[in-house]
């Protein structure tokens, strides 16, 4: 079993430059767009462990993580692009046990994957698809989940 160093470029927090006008205009905190980086996440598989279906949704990651650099996301407002993983339908809207029909960081505890630090390796690698399904495919080993103390 090997764990990803936090200060390792796939770890970092800090987010890939981005263009002037890649923010919507208008908005009071506009989220940060990326339809490259959504197209990259569709073409991967489902991150549940030993699911791997495809099609996937790119499923946007809501709640907060004061520690991972995530504010709230209230429900009119969408996430910046960084926050999205790969989830097939059963997972993200679907099933009984669907991301959106329990609550969001039980349901990421109960597969033991941090969402966000996952998310943010897959942005920063974003375009190389091989390095992206090596994440999803070892997710569960290289971001577990955190555990409350």
């Given amino acids: 079993m090997f764990r990803i160093k936090p200060l390792t470029p796939i770890y970092r927090r800090g987010r890939k430059p981005t263009a002037p006008s890649s923010r ?9 767009r990326d339809k490259t980086h959504l197209h990259a996440i569709a073409q991967l598989p489902c ?27 209230g429900k009119a407002m969408k996430p910046d692009d960084w926050r999205v ?13 669907a991301q959106h029909r329990i609550n969001e960081a039980l349901f990421w505890e109960g597969h033991d994957i941090n969402p966000y630090a996952l998310a943010r390796a897959l942005w920063n690698l974003s375009g190389d698809i091989a390095k992206m399904n090596f994440l ?14």
């Fill in 136 to 149: 999803i495919a070892h997710a569960r080993m290289i971001f577990p989940a955190r555990t409350p103390r």
């Fill in 85 to 97: 993983l790969p989830l097939c339908p059963a997972h993200h809207i679907d099933g009984p046990q």
């Fill in 47 to 73: 991150v549940v462990p030993g699911c791997g279906t495809r099609p996937v949704h790119v499923a946007h990651i809501r709640f907060a993580s004061a520690i991972d650099g995530a504010p709230l996301a």
């Fill in 24 to 32: 919507s205009p208008g908005q009071r905190q506009p989220r940060l």
